[in-house]
């Protein structure tokens, strides 16, 4: 195929030739999604109970929690090609039991390196499950369906990031027949084994039209350039910065360069690279990527510090920890249910209003840290994680529809791998640098300050959101 006949193909998108996603299927591919964005952060409020079961210490605590998401983002892209070759279906289904499988691993680890082991298998079978996802909604439905299925995923997205704090918190207290914080990758167990048996009869199957190979220099340099960046910035803090965390950074720039440099060179001789770059020149795709990366990167920052301030700092217990984050979920679940209604009407201008909202949230809750800290608690945090959680709901609820309103049916697994990686490459990113910055600035600036500090620089991020956003089409596929 080349370059010629390819562009007509991404210009517009093609009707799905797959059976349709009933009702019942659009639900399990749900809970396929929900389990995977769950366990990156459910694990936040279980890691003092980790490290003093297991004895792991700061460097394979930070691997527990990084582990998981690094193999989770650099396979992704990866994950979505296979279910273009194979089928979205049977990878779904594989990437199901791989699920289970591997959750169970991490829920009987019995020490901390295999724990961290464990976690990372674990996010390379999410990096197989979640891009089948999003592929199975485009390529089986079209019109106003399509349209209200990726809304809906969109809202589980950043529901299941908040439930995964507030559930884990009350998982490592309940102390389930004393599983303790096994208790929060033991839970998968039985919903992925519902989700790949049911998937068998409910979810059509779906593949791309002409089944290309594996672009193994894509692959393994994507990987490289992920590992390049992710690695140092969630180790370094740990090891203290030693030399090779800063030679791998200086080395991301290059390795980045040399993938999009390869990339480009296979699709201009007629080869499927792992990420066809002709897929950005679609203006939803580009403009709406654009946006996702500082929403994504604040929105993991935001979720990472609240859950270390309400621990460290306020010295709650993990449920109490974990009940802190429930108006923000209610928000961001009000949102959601309101958002198709309000797109209808206003369009993407929903996701501009939604970054004003999100920012006046963010804004209060700096207030309110630097007004009086002293008296600072969960209930003086509610009207700032409230209206965080409603701006962030209207964001992320049209995001996904705006990015993959244009991809052809038979590129949807592609272009679901790249929406899934920025999305857990920029929430990764934002655990790395917000937190890492938070951590540090506590011992110099205080409690307080250091909060304000990394609030401040998300408010900034809902800025640019607001720019970009209004450079998306109105109007919304």
């Keep these: 195929m080349t370059q010629q006949t390819l562009l007509p193909q991404i210009s517009s998108p093609a009707r799905p030739a797959a059976p349709g996603l009933g009702a019942a299927g659009l639900i399990i591919v749900l809970l396929g999604a929900f389990l995977p964005l769950l366990d990156f952060f459910i694990v936040n409020v279980a890691l003092p109970t980790i490290d003093h079961d297991l004895v792991a ?21 990866l994950g979505g090609r296979l279910g273009d070759a194979f089928g979205r279906r049977r990878l779904f289904i594989a990437g199901a039991a791989a699920f289970t499988v591997t959750s169970l691993a991490c829920g009987v680890a019995p020490t901390a390196w295999t724990l961290v082991a464990a976690r990372v298998t674990q996010g390379a079978s999410a990096a197989l499950l979640l891009p089948q996802v999003l592929a199975t909604i485009t390529a089986t439905t079209s019109g106003q369906q399509r349209a209200r299925a990726l809304g809906i995923y969109g809202a589980v997205g950043g529901i299941s990031v908040v439930i995964g704090q507030v559930l884990g918190g009350f998982l490592v207290s309940a102390d389930l027949f004393g599983t303790g914080w096994r208790a929060v990758f033991l839970l998968n167990v039985p919903f992925a084994l519902l989700t790949a048996v049911l998937a068998a009869r409910h979810v059509p199957e779906s593949r791309a039209e002409r089944a290309v190979g594996v672009d193994l220099p894509g692959t393994l340099l994507l ?62 795709m580009r403009r709406g990527l654009g946006v996702a990366v500082p929403y994504f990167t604040g929105f993991g920052g935001f979720m990472f510090v609240i859950a270390l301030l309400l621990q460290d700092g306020l010295h709650r217990d993990p449920i109490a920890a974990g009940w802190a984050l429930v108006p923000m979920a209610v928000g961001y679940f009000g949102a959601s249910l309101a958002g198709p209604r309000l797109v209808g009407r206003f369009g993407s201008r929903v996701i501009t209003g939604g970054a004003v909202i999100q920012g006046l949230g963010l804004i209060t809750l700096i207030a309110t840290a630097l007004g009086d800290w002293s008296h600072f608690s969960p209930l003086r945090m509610l009207p700032g994680v409230a209206l965080a959680g409603i701006g962030q709901g209207l964001v992320s609820m049209p995001l996904f529809r705006v990015v993959l309103s244009r991809v052809p049916a038979e590129r949807a697994g592609v272009g679901s791998g790249v929406l899934a990686t920025t999305q857990q490459s920029s929430l990764a990113l934002g655990v790395a640098t917000l937190g890492t910055l938070f951590i540090a600035m506590v011992p110099t600036l205080g409690m307080a300050n250091a909060l304000a500090l990394v609030l401040g620089i998300q408010a900034l991020g809902s800025l640019v959101i607001c720019w970009l956003s209004i450079r998306l089409p109105r109007s919304v596929g």
């Design 223 to 284: 990987t490289a350039a992920l590992l390049a960046l992710f690695v140092p910035l969630m180790e370094g803090r740990a090891l203290d910065w030693p030399l090779w965390t800063w030679v791998s950074l200086a080395a991301f720039p290059v390795l980045a360069a040399t993938f999009l440099a390869v990339e480009r060179r296979a699709e201009r001789e007629g080869r499927v690279p792992l990420v066809p770059l002709s897929l950005l020149r679609i203006p939803e």
């Design 57 to 77: 210490g700061p460097a394979v605590l930070e691997l527990v929690a990084a582990g998981y998401g690094i193999a989770f983002a650099v396979l992704l892209v």
